[in-house]
């Protein structure tokens, strides 16, 4: 089970963190992915995390905005992002596996807008 | 990157019709294709994984075919739950893409 923290509104320029909370199996076992969805939009990938070593794999459009990473001691991945503009208002997923997700979280809306 | 399209990009049918839903890889991807159902406000649910196999708890009316860089999504029979929005995705490459999406609306 993937437990994500709640909805965030955020102006222009700023930064959003938000959490995954993952139980039932073993954590350090999955990468993490994160993934977007903007409103009326596809389902875009954004990286992940190694829960194990930390180690991270950044889609290439978010390199140097985006920082993913972990406490295993509760089982809670992180993600965030900075620099916000008006295009990165969207769901944000959590999911782990190796390439296709067959779990979810339930998705944290983010709002951009001034 | 790995670029993915989809076709058509809306197909509307009807309960009992046979729906074949197209993606393309931009390169090989060999079979590390992946086929997702979502319904609005819903996260998406994995059908398929590597091409052809069937997730656990999906109904044996979706198959999926192909390979190198043409794939495709059958269901054999489509019914009323199945109207939504599919995508395919890649990750065959160290940075995972999606399609752009199919929506199978009533027609």
């Known amino acids: 089970q993937l437990v994500q923290s709640g909805a965030e509104v955020k102006q222009p320029g700023a930064s959003v963190k938000i959490s995954c909370k993952a139980s039932?199996?073993?954590?350090?076992?999955?990468?993490m992915h994160w993934l977007r969805q903007a409103p009326g939009q596809g389902l875009e990938w954004m990286g992940w995390?190694?829960?194990?070593?930390?180690?991270?794999n950044y889609a290439q459009k978010f390199q140097g905005r985006v920082t993913m990473t972990r406490d295993t001691s509760i089982t809670t991945a992180f993600m965030e992002l900075h620099s916000l503009t008006s295009d990165d208002t969207a769901i944000y997923y959590c999911?782990?596996?190796?390439?296709?997700?067959?779990?979810w979280g339930q998705g944290t809306l983010v709002s951009v807008s001034s | 990157d790995i670029q993915m399209t989809q076709s058509p990009s809306t197909l509307s049918a009807s309960v009992g019709d046979r729906v074949t839903i197209n993606c393309r890889a931009s390169?090989?991807?060999?079979?590390?294709l992946a086929w997702y159902q979502q319904k609005p406000g819903k996260a998406p649910r994995l059908l398929i994984y590597?091409?052809?196999t069937l997730q656990t708890g999906v109904p044996s009316r979706f198959s999926g075919s192909g390979s190198g860089t043409e794939f495709s999504l059958t269901i054999g029979s489509l019914q009323p739950d199945d109207f939504a929005t599919y995508y395919c995705?890649?990750?065959?490459?160290?940075?995972?893409?999606f399609g752009p999406g199919t929506k199978v609306d009533v027609k």
């Open positions: 995390i190694n829960p194990s070593f930390g180690g991270t």
């Open positions: 039932g199996y073993a954590f350090t076992t999955l990468h």
């Open positions: 590597r091409t052809s």
């Open positions: 999911a782990p596996g190796v390439g296709p997700f067959d779990t």
């Open positions: 390169q090989s991807i060999d079979d590390w």
């Open positions: 995705q890649q990750y065959k490459s160290t940075q995972f893409t």
